[in-house]
């Protein structure tokens, strides 16, 4: 069996080798794929965009490719999906319709209103004025986020009025996010503790992947702008078995069952960003159509069922024979950016990946490996791996905890370097804080 991978990010590396790993594939095609995913075995890049729909489609035909799994959510809001099972190719990823829930903020905050689904209360504004004068009337701390796709950037958590009315005068009177920016949706500030939490979808049926925790601010402590995602791992401690039903049957469940009742039928991975208080309770932050990134890559790490056929039984809606099956290590992934991101930031710079030795032998198999390096931003030239965009890698490692993970990750990190590379020293700081509590009591 042939797997088409669409996209070139980390996310999309680590999807590509754990499709690889199945018994039944025997070639995995990345498109248009990075200096990782070009030295994996049995992954081979294609030179197409992920945007290039067209041309997807065509290679897929012409390879003869059994299953396309889409990594991005652009290529998903432009309807790749549809266009490919119009054409009886078989693809894991929403329609068009479904993927709105990501591709506009408006709309999916109108959506979980809608079906009673909880989240943060909010107003949506095309206009400057009438926005500057609502976040006056709120005061601080206030969220201000772009309507549309903004690769994860466009989201300001303003500790100040000021913050606030520069956020919406960059995206609405400034144009700093293009048409993406032109309407935004001003909410509450929620207290509490971020989780991520990734169903597999199909069929009317619902696969929980195991939860995640990822770090979207720049800086340590959780400071600074937003960016992408520079760092996440899993298991999530805030996530607990009974907050994670509470998920399930207050968020994600009523959401499957709302799409479906709008027409907007839903198969492929959906990613819910939560704000979890000090009850346990879930608060919608976000919907994404897609996987997340970083959190993908430590969740690949701990996945032991075979991907491809878990992605099958979504499409087949035979979710509810299906079993997704763990690795009980923790996975903890330190994102290395380059140094200026998310803002500007040097490219084509060498990427030293120096040997690392793991200190356990007899765990060297992909299944089974303590650490992995999943490549994002990068090219290669020859045989040299250069730079070639903000996030540049996503370092992970498997320990029995996520303190032994985050220890092991960093250590891999340390032997990679470039000129002008930037890491967060904290990722799972919060959850190495509760293993030290636990150890104490």
């Not at 890559?297 to 809606?317: G, T, W």
């Not at 079993?323 to 994102?335: I, N």
């Not at 220890?407 to 190495?432: K, M, N, Q, T």
Request: proline share 5%; hydrophobic share 40%.
């Amino acid at each position: 069996m042939k797997v088409l991978v669409v996209g070139g990010g980390g996310r999309e590396h680590a999807l590509a080798w754990k499709a690889a790993q199945s018994p039944r594939v025997h070639r995995v095609f990345v498109a248009p794929g990075n200096a990782g995913t070009a030295r994996e075995g049995k992954v081979e890049n294609v030179a197409l965009d992920a945007g290039d729909i067209e041309g997807l489609l065509a290679f897929a035909r012409g390879e003869d490719v059994g299953l396309t799994i889409v990594g991005p959510e652009a290529p998903l809001v432009a309807g790749i999906a549809d266009r490919f099972e119009a054409a009886g190719l078989r693809i894991f990823g929403p329609r068009a319709r479904a993927a709105e829930l990501e591709a506009s903020k408006a709309f999916c905050k109108d959506f979980l209103a809608r079906h009673g689904i909880p989240t943060a209360a909010s107003r949506v504004f095309d206009d400057i004025g009438p926005a500057l004068d609502y976040i006056e009337s709120k005061g601080a701390p206030i969220v201000v986020k772009a309507d549309g796709l903004t690769g994860g950037k466009g989201v300001v958590v303003a500790h100040s009025v000021g913050a606030a009315r520069e956020a919406a005068a960059g995206m609405l009177a400034r144009d700093l996010f293009g048409k993406a920016g032109r309407r935004v949706v001003v909410e509450e500030h929620l207290e509490g503790e971020e989780a991520s939490f990734i169903a597999i979808v199909g069929g009317g049926k619902v696969l929980p992947l195991a939860p995640s925790q990822d770090h979207k601010a720049l800086g340590e402590g959780d400071t600074g702008p937003n960016t992408g995602g520079m760092g996440a791992y899993s298991p999530a401690p805030i996530v607990d078995t009974e907050t994670s039903e509470r998920i399930l049957h207050e968020v994600i469940e009523p959401t499957v069952r709302g799409l479906e009742a709008e027409g907007r039928a839903y198969t492929g991975f959906l990613y819910a960003g939560l704000m979890i208080d000090g009850h346990g309770a879930p608060r919608v932050l976000e919907y994404n159509c897609r996987g997340g990134d970083p959190e993908t890559q430590p969740v690949m790490m701990r996945l032991r069922s075979d991907l491809v056929e878990l992605c099958e039984a979504a499409i087949d809606a035979r979710l509810d024979e299906a079993e997704a099956r763990w690795d009980e290590r923790a996975a903890l992934g330190v994102v290395m950016a380059a140094e200026g991101y998310p803002g500007e930031y040097p490219g084509g710079e060498p990427v030293q990946l120096s040997l690392f030795n793991e200190t356990d032998p007899a765990s060297r198999s992909d299944e089974t490996c303590l650490t992995k390096v999943f490549h994002a931003g990068t090219r290669l030239e020859g045989t040299q791996v250069l730079t070639a965009g903000g996030r540049v890698l996503c370092v992970c490692a498997l320990g029995e905890d996520v303190r032994s993970a985050a220890a092991l990750a960093y250590r891999r990190v340390e032997s990679i370097s470039w000129p002008h590379a930037y890491f967060r020293r904290d990722i799972g700081y919060r959850a190495v804080e509760r293993e030290e509590e636990a150890a104490r009591a």
